[in-house]
């Protein structure tokens, strides 16, 4: 006896896991293949779902020469620029690199740095729309 008369008991004590530490240790160890088993298949199928939701994605692809508004992502981070224009340029890519990054120019000086396909959209010059009247 402990404390006010109760005695320390385990869960193992008593209920489903009744016996000893050794038996319950047992009963574990011949549990863990279909643990290892059941975990793959989960495993699993969370990667397939991963890759049928990622598949919808489509990466635009530029072209060297192409307009492009830059999405300037440390304008849109600040909560005092909400009515700040967050879309910059018409930047001209001026090379095109791999897995969708890009080398940009705005009146011939060359940004530091790459930016990634998913901060692009393509420009397009409104001067050249022509407005038509549906009467």
Known sequence: MLVYGWEPTLVM??????????????KI???ISQLREAAKRAIQKSQAELDRKFQRIKIQEF??????WYFDKSVAMWYDTKFQPKWKG?????????????????????????????LLK???NRSTWELIIIV
């Open 13 to 26: 004590d008593y209920g489903k896991y009744g016996g000893s530490i050794m038996e319950r240790l047992l």
């Open 29 to 31: 160890t011949k549990k």
């Open 63 to 68: 072209q060297k020469g192409d307009l492009v």
């Open 90 to 118: 018409p930047y001209q890519i001026s090379v095109v690199l791999d897995k969708g990054a890009y080398r940009l120019t705005l009146d011939g000086k060359e940004l530091r740095s790459t930016v990634n396909s998913n």
């Open 122 to 124: 393509r420009y397009n």
